[in-house]
């Protein structure tokens, strides 16, 4: 169940392993609890902690990635991953058609997903790749922040919409 949960910690500072190992922790004892009322408590400095993951998992991320920043995740990704050999304008060709791809992914997880890549591709990425790991990541942002705002609605942190039918 905790490998649902898992993260990449690209751009995060040297703190946020030891970080994410705790939110993993909190996250997975509550991992397909259907009912507020059976998730398991949570400490007052659980809960002040899960607040300040919550505020930076709803953070800036979302913003956009200008070029200059696309191509820089590019170059990253071309220093470490082979490709096929190709003519300078098949190169500048493939950099424009990459960067029409992904140009509508926010940084935070395009970043995630190019730092993906070069951790688990053994060739140079398609944006189609780019786009699946992203979405990937997108999907385990979303049930982290669904499972975090549910055990602080239940520490009394916030009110929790589907608390009347429960």
């Known amino acids: 169940m905790a490998t649902a949960l898992a993260t990449t910690n690209h751009n995060l500072p040297s703190s946020a392993p030891c970080s994410m190992k705790?939110?993993?922790r909190i996250l997975a004892e509550a991992w397909g609890v259907s009912s507020i009322s059976h998730?398991?408590?949570i400490s007052p400095s659980d809960a002040d902690f899960l607040e300040s993951q919550l505020d930076e998992h709803l953070g800036p991320d979302g913003r956009l990635a200008t070029d200059t920043e696309i191509g820089r995740m590019i170059a990253e990704m071309e220093s470490v991953l082979p490709q096929r050999?190709?003519?300078?304008g098949e190169g500048m060709m493939q950099l424009q058609v990459?960067?029409?791809a992904v140009n509508e992914l926010p940084k935070g997880l395009l970043a995630r997903a190019c730092f993906r890549a070069t951790k688990e591709l053994q060739w140079f990425p398609t944006p189609s790749q780019i786009i699946t790991f992203a979405n990937e990541e997108?999907?385990?942002r979303?049930?982290?922040i669904f499972?975090?705002?549910r055990l602080l609605a239940k520490a009394g942190r916030m009110s929790w919409p589907h608390e009347a039918g429960e």
């Open 22 to 24: 705790r939110l993993d």
């Open 39 to 41: 998730l398991p408590d």
């Open 85 to 88: 050999r190709k003519s300078e």
């Open 98 to 100: 990459f960067r029409r």
């Open 138 to 140: 997108g999907n385990r």
């Open 142 to 144: 979303q049930n982290r």
């Open 147 to 149: 499972i975090m705002r």
